[in-house]
């Protein structure tokens, strides 16, 4: 009996108008097997943590699918059949990323951020979420929203699958890189009578608040001439601090180092300090106050 040359065997050749598919939409797969006619084909279908299953849609040599996972096919003809080489493995995913809201470049230990598993294209399609956290710990949740109080930096990342699909989860997200920093200390200075708060490394979207030490007076604008939201210009004697605030709840940072306006004299204490991402000095001076009581 003569048995064909193997290295004569027909191969199957899959193509993908695209590998990325937002959710709602179709990519078109292309089962093919060259130079010969009469095939029909299989479609195969799995995940990184399923096995592979046939996907019952029909013998075309063309199919639109809506998944993501990896998907092959091969072609077969005759009776008895004889089938080809399966093609080699294609992978479509669906499109998705985690946002971060506050979009702070910094973010220090304490402050309240939200991050979103955004999927493309989502809109109204019931998805479930798996998040994964520096330390590899993962959990799922319903919501595509989660709110966290950063503690450690590190990489977060998410992945996701229809509700009532087990088998279209999508990989691991690109992950989401948090840069935690340690408490930060605001700086207090003068110029010609005016109080200003200022931290370093400069960040955004704080506001400022000014205190006197008598009773731990927090200094309005019914009882303070403010230049701006970081600015002030005492006409009385005293003790003063400043600190920051953002978000929603209100994360609010260190106190500053004081600076003591005292007769016609403005002290500035001398404060070097230093934590990862952190330096802040303050060199002492020692100049005529505008006014003092």
């Known amino acids: 009996m003569c048995l064909p040359n193997i290295a004569d065997r027909a191969r199957a050749t899959l193509t993908a108008a695209t590998t990325t598919v937002s959710v ?3 990519v078109t797969l292309i089962c093919s097997v060259e130079k010969s006619a009469g095939w029909k084909y299989e479609w195969f279908r799995r995940t990184s943590h399923t096995s592979e299953d046939t996907i019952n849609d029909g013998l075309n040599g063309n199919i639109r699918v809506s998944q993501g996972g990896i998907y092959r096919c091969r072609g077969f003809r005759g009776e008895p059949a004889v089938y080809s080489d399966p093609s080699d493995e294609v992978t479509i995913q669906i ?6 809201k506050p979009s702070w470049s910094q973010i220090f230990r304490g402050e309240r951020i939200t991050l979103t598993c955004e999927v493309q294209g989502g809109e109204g399609v019931q998805w479930e979420y798996e998040w994964r956290t520096p330390q590899s710990q993962t959990f799922r949740t319903k919501q595509k929203d989660w709110t966290i109080t950063a503690s450690i930096s590190g990489d977060y990342s998410c992945k996701s699958r229809l509700t009532d699909d087990s088998y279209s989860a999508t990989n691991w997200s690109e ?34 608040y000014f ?13 303070t001439d ?8 005492v006409s009385q004697g005293g003790v003063y601090r400043c600190r920051g605030g953002r978000g929603e709840p209100v ?8 600076v003591t306006i005292v007769g016609e004299f403005l002290c500035v204490f001398f404060l070097h300090y230093q ?15 505008t006014t003092g009581k």
């Open 24 to 26: 709602g939409d179709r």
């Open 95 to 100: 499109t998705f990323s985690v946002t971060q």
């Open 175 to 208: 992950a989401l890189r948090l840069t935690v920093l340690g408490k930060k200390l605001f700086l207090i200075s003068r110029s010609r009578g005016t109080l200003t708060c200022s931290v370093n490394p400069s960040s955004s979207g704080w506001s400022y």
């Open 211 to 223: 205190y006197r030490e008598k009773n731990q007076e927090v200094l309005t604008v019914q009882n």
């Open 226 to 233: 403010f230049h701006s939201n970081r600015e002030i210009r």
């Open 251 to 258: 994360y609010y940072s260190e106190f500053s180092e004081p």
């Open 275 to 289: 934590k990862p991402g952190v330096l802040i000095t303050l060199i002492a001076t020692k100049t005529p106050a």
